[in-house]
């Protein structure tokens, strides 16, 4: 089983540009999750979902929207790209709602 | 409201001494206590866990000890290693309610002097 995985690894992007990161999760949760990391911080959830279909948002989700349209694949998407969206995302799944969550490599963004 | 409390922020400790880490939580339907453990450049990985009907899990150099009354749980990693050296992080959480918000601490940064 490869996990999860996250791709890219590294991207800069302008200020107003848009892009995806994707997600791919071969473990069958129905949980899914995107946190952001800024340096010398603890994680930040931007949004959720708790199966295909069904997503709801987290502690910080201006400027991203996620979509579920599979049990594997959770993308996040970020609209008008901004430097406050500058940080290490990171992408987690877990069998059950609050269980042993299985992160992601991360994609480190940077906005400039 | 800060629901989680992690600390120290930062700890150094020599080869062979014990690193204590502490979390304190504030909403008491959480039933689920980890702490994850996070290396440069990677993702955090699930390093020990607690449920609340123990005081106490240990596995290997690593216990978790739980104080239900004071809302709080802490990690202790005996005879600490160069290799402990990483970010901790607690992460308390109700399983019982799909809507809760999953909070992390703010992190501990660990480093264990050879």
């Known amino acids: 089983n490869a996990g999860v995985t996250q791709t890219p690894k590294f991207r800069i992007l302008k200020i107003g540009q848009s892009m995806t990161l994707q997600c791919t999760q071969d473990m069958n949760h129905n949980y899914m999750y995107w946190y952001r990391q800024d340096p010398g911080m603890g994680l930040k959830l931007i949004y959720y979902?708790?199966?295909?279909?069904?997503?709801d948002k987290g502690e910080v989700p201006n400027g991203y929207n996620v979509s579920r349209s599979t049990t594997e694949d959770f993308p996040l998407r970020l609209e008008l790209a901004a430097p406050s969206q500058t940080s290490v995302y990171f992408c987690?799944?877990?069998?059950?709602?609050?269980?042993?969550?299985?992160f992601g490599p991360g994609t480190r963004l940077t906005v400039t | 409201q800060q629901q989680v409390k992690q600390s120290p922020q930062s700890l150094i400790v020599q080869k062979g001494g014990i690193s204590i880490i502490n979390c304190a939580y504030e909403?008491?339907?959480?039933?689920?206590f980890p702490w994850y453990q996070q290396f440069p450049g990677k993702g955090p990985a699930l390093l020990i866990a607690i449920r609340p009907d123990v005081s106490e899990k240990k596995e290997g150099r690593f216990t978790i000890s739980f104080n239900k009354s004071a809302k709080q749980f802490s990690l202790h990693i005996m005879d600490s290693q160069p290799g402990d050296s990483a970010t901790y992080f607690c992460?308390?959480?109700?399983?019982?309610?799909?809507?809760?918000?999953?909070?992390f601490g703010e992190g501990t940064q660990l480093t264990v002097n050879p």
């Open positions: 992460a308390p959480t109700s399983t019982q309610t799909s809507g809760s918000r999953l909070t």
């Open positions: 979902s708790v199966g295909a279909g069904i997503t």
């Open positions: 909403n008491t339907a959480f039933d689920y």
């Open positions: 987690a799944s877990s069998y059950y709602h609050g269980g042993e969550q299985y």
